[in-house]
């Protein structure tokens, strides 16, 4: 048997004064705390045994002093006030006094300088075995500080892994959450909680209110508690300047980062995120938006409360605002560097006036931009000034909007509806600085339609003989159909439009009607001869073919 009695006792943890004391070895001399009841918390490193009356010159800090109190004398109260004022001020865990031998009560003299410097006083009421103490304490705390090297080498291993791998930032700030079993932010110089892990239920109520509980916890020179929520604090630097914080908060019991693993993890966590800082290209309050945009309009969020703790923690309000998503359509690929870029340009160009915004990538190779602005505030001189911002420096770019929505629960409807209009934007539409569901016509729904094979094979079956034979004659009866048809019908006005001789577009006509079997006088054929036609000039135009041809 170990002495430890089967008590419950986490390795790697530091041994308290208190749990030394509920050891059975030492339970069995009747504990009973006489001064310091507040102190019994504090990490005992090891065991002393000593009758002398100077034993602090034999002292680092840290050690529970056992005695009988043999040494101490009698009628010499400043000699005894002297001796406890000298453990108290080495950091001595505590003095145990065992009342068997030569005293039956602890001296009056001793409690009173015990009390005040609340300095724990022990005594036992019966005898106990002071080198089986010292032999089962020192096991368990040698064993803690094994453990404890093993548990450094664990996370010296878990991160360099990481850092080899060029994991991201958020991989390095969840290791940490995981590691230390703590929630862990990392926020920027003005408190934008830009990463939080671990994901999950506990992030809404680590978020929420960021900012104004952010400001309260100052930034101690070291890794330590800070503020009133007792945060565990560390810097995150990069280029040898402070960049942001890493913050440990209480667990899900209210229990406060505290033992030494915690920092260790904690700067361990810092000093990754610095390195992968250096390596990775995209700023990480970028990247930061660029996630929450993707949660939000794919419905990753656990709650509406985590949505609005997300967005505010990122300085995005979101009460009382109306929102609407727009996204920016590309028509050639874009450089490497460029969407960042573009994203930065559009977030200083529309972060004013009480507007609210979150750019990044989202599906579909789009630009997303989330607008939040106030319901007195019209969101269509927004997205002009989108559309001014994207085009100066992509003038082929389209901009898309979807539906105005009074809540961020609602923007995943607002997104698939500019998503759908922006599959049926055509490029190159005039005076449009952006497309809305409104403008979504029959070219248009075509457009957005022109992947699908059946739109693809109903325009061969109603064209494909008259482009074949223009093709081998060298003729333009394609240009007279559509002509007729933009007329409605009119022969006369088709013929003026074509520049032709009504019987030399007569003729034309009749050529059409034998190539393709149908009658050109039937409203129905000319609507099914018109969507057709339609479709052939969008099929043109999204494989970089003149819509003349």
Not at 178 to 196: D, K, M, R, T
Not at 445 to 465: C, K, N, P
Not at 503 to 532: N, P, W
Request: charged share 25%; aromatic share 4%; glycine share 8%.
């Amino acid at each position: 048997m170990d002495g430890s009695g089967g008590m419950t006792y986490e390795a790697g943890a530091p041994l308290t004064l208190d749990a030394a004391l509920r050891l059975p070895v030492l339970a069995a001399g009747l504990p009973e705390v006489v001064s310091g009841q507040g102190k019994l918390s504090r990490p005992v490193r090891w065991v002393h045994i000593t009758e002398l009356l100077d034993p602090a010159s034999f002292l680092k800090g840290g050690e529970l002093v056992l005695t009988t109190g043999m040494p101490l004398p009698e009628g010499d109260p400043s000699r005894v006030r002297r001796y406890v004022e000298e453990l108290a001020d080495i950091g001595a865990a505590g003095l145990v006094i065992e009342l068997v031998r030569r005293y039956h009560r602890p001296p009056n003299e001793l409690v009173r300088a015990c009390l005040d410097r609340d300095f724990p006083l022990v005594v036992l009421s019966r005898s106990v075995n002071f080198v089986e103490v010292t032999q089962i304490v020192h096991s368990m705390i040698i064993g803690s500080q094994i453990e404890s090297l093993r548990r450094a080498h664990d996370v010296h291993d878990a991160f360099t892994a990481l850092t080899l791998r060029g994991a991201e930032p958020d991989e390095v700030v969840g290791m940490a959450a995981e590691l230390s079993g703590h929630p862990v932010v990392l926020e920027n110089l003005v408190h934008q909680a830009v990463i939080c892990g671990p994901p999950g239920p506990g992030v809404e109520t680590a978020l929420t209110g960021w900012e104004r509980r952010s400001r309260a916890t100052p930034s101690p020179d070291r890794t330590e508690l800070s503020g009133p929520e007792q945060w565990l604090v560390t810097a995150v630097e990069y280029r040898g300047e402070r960049w942001g914080r890493l913050l440990m908060l209480p667990d899900t019991s209210g229990n406060p980062a505290t033992g030494p693993e915690h920092a260790m993890v904690l700067e361990r966590t810092a000093t990754a995120l610095t390195i992968a800082r250096l390596t990775q290209h995209t700023r990480w309050e970028r990247r930061a938006q660029r996630t929450l945009l993707l949660d939000l309009v794919e419905r990753r969020c656990r709650s509406a409360g985590e949505a609005r703790a997300r967005a505010e923690a990122l300085g995005t309000p979101v009460q009382g605002r109306r929102f609407i998503v727009a996204l920016v359509t590309l028509a050639r690929g874009p450089d490497a560097q460029e969407p960042a870029a573009l994203e930065d340009r559009l977030t200083a160009e529309l972060a004013t006036g009480g507007t609210s915004v979150l750019v990044g990538a989202v599906p579909g190779d789009h630009i997303g931009v989330l607008l939040a602005f106030e319901p007195s505030v019209s969101w269509r001189p927004l997205a002009e000034r989108l559309s001014r911002a994207v085009r100066e420096s992509r003038p082929d770019a389209v901009v898309s909007v979807g539906s105005e929505v009074a809540d961020l629960s609602q923007l995943a409807h607002s997104f698939q509806q500019a998503a759908r209009v922006a599959d049926a934007a055509v490029p190159g539409t005039p005076d449009k600085p952006f497309h809305e569901l409104c403008d979504i016509g029959l070219r248009q729904l075509l457009y957005a339609l022109r992947g699908d094979v059946r739109i693809q094979e109903y325009v061969e079956r109603q064209l494909g003989r008259l482009v074949h034979y223009d093709e081998r004659h060298g003729t333009d009866l394609l240009s007279t159909l559509r002509a007729y048809l933009d007329a409605a019908g009119n022969k006369t006005v088709a013929a003026k439009r074509a520049n032709l001789s009504r019987q030399a577009f007569y003729q034309r006509l009749r050529s059409i009607e034998r190539l393709l079997g149908c009658d050109l006088e039937s409203g129905g054929q000319r609507t099914e001869l018109h969507v057709a036609l339609t479709a052939f000039q969008v099929l043109r135009l999204s494989h970089g073919t003149s819509s003349a041809s």
